[in-house]
């Protein structure tokens, strides 16, 4: 049965077909509790702020479950007329039944966020997240409350959700974004294999984790300074025990090491037990000249660097090295494991423009992986093309049905199986 390993997967891979909205510098909301593993992924992936929404919704008082509007906190209130009206709720009930819920509002938002305010939503593209939807009511809350906070643009995300919730919901969100929508459906628990309770604590340190005072984007973590020919570049290391190997990652144009595939990708060869290194070739000041996007030449130069920054660290000593590219990344990579006296066990393209490295294509040594969405016609060509002027042990995979973004529901998934198998077996080869 297809769904997540835990919540924390589950935001990863939201956050991918969430990767569309960063441009609008969002506010990640979760509902707490099991929505903050998963806000917490989508929030660094999108070096977003990350806060909770806390909602209580308004019960009828003679039909608790029926809801005739929600609470939120600093004051916000969505009252239903049509309901209060049909149920025959007298003004003294509705306000005895909107004092209640409101206390008990602020008295989980002391418990979540401590002294601090919530965060300012007037005028902002709002993620509201959960880690599922049953019915859909406590999501419907949170929707109405980020509106009446002033929200600008309200989006629910969401790992899974019944096709006929999701369907109510869309009338109360701007956008829906859904990763499985079964229609047999019976608990949300069911679709995870690790689901069990989020404690306040944990609530509590995610939250702390990611920057969450609105004023400016949450990094997606503090990496170490990597100085390669003088350049100081930031990345992100992460070393498992006992690592087998490790990974240095190369992104592609338009992109950066936030982006949330590769950091999917990244976190999926963590577990498999292999050291990741996610850096940005080019300075923030380079990377707004296109010709340095493209200059292949000098990503593989700075990529080299920091190999060679990696090999210096006493955790990764000895360890073997592999490569993985996207996209023009994938040519940097291929250019620098053709590079005389280089010693890469592996490389791994997704999406790669082989093409862009041609003229050192003949001079790879490393065993190199292609991989390439099955609909992505233009690129899978460029791909075959570059396999047939590789003299080293060469093979395309192609997923099938997936596009030049791995976007599709799995698609993801399969390049990191495919990256970890091909790292894996030649890591253990270049250490016998």
Partial sequence: MPGFRDRGDAGRQLAVALERFRRDRPIVLALPRGGVPVGYEIARALAAPLDVIVVRKLGVPSQPELAMGAVGEEGAVVVNDRVVRLAGVTPEQLRTVEAREREEVERRGRRFRGARPPLQLHGRTVIVVDDGIATGSTARAALEVARAHGAARVVLAVPVAPPESLEQLAAFADEVVCLAAPHSFFAVG???????????????????????????????????????????????????????????????????????????????????????????????????????????????????????????????????????????????????????????????????????????????????????????????????????????????????????????????????????????????????
């Fill in 190 to 432: 069911q679709w995870y294999d690790n689901f069990t309770q989020v404690s306040d604590e944990e609530v509590n340190r995610l939250l702390a984790s990611v920057s969450g005072d609105g004023t400016a984007p949450a990094a997606a973590s503090s990496g170490p300074e990597i100085v390669v020919d003088g350049v100081s570049l930031a990345g992100d290391l992460v070393v498992p025990a006992d690592a087998l190997g490790v990974v240095v990652f190369a992104h592609g144009s338009g992109s950066s090491r936030h982006s949330p595939r590769n950091r999917w990708v990244a976190h999926a060869l963590n577990e498999e037990g292999l050291a990741t290194l996610l850096l940005d070739l080019l300075m923030p000041a380079e990377s707004e000249d296109r010709a340095n996007v493209f200059d292949v030449e000098l990503l593989a130069a700075r990529l080299l660097g920091a190999v060679e920054w990696a090999r210096g660290q006493a955790a990764l000593t000895a360890l073997p090295v592999g490569l993985f590219g996207a996209s023009t990344g994938a040519a940097a990579a291929l250019w620098a494991a053709a590079e005389p006296g280089t010693e890469i066990a592996a490389v791994v393209s997704r999406g790669g423009r082989p093409d862009l490295a041609a003229p050192r294509l003949g001079s790879v040594r490393a065993p190199t992986l292609l991989i390439v969405g099955g609909r992505d016609d233009v690129v899978l060509e460029l791909n075959r093309a570059a396999a047939r002027d590789l003299r080293c042990e060469n093979r395309v995979d192609v997923v099938p049905g997936a596009t030049h973004l791995f976007e599709e529901p799995g698609a993801l998934e399969i390049v990191a199986d495919l990256a970890g198998d091909w790292f894996g077996r030649h890591f253990v080869a270049a250490g016998t």
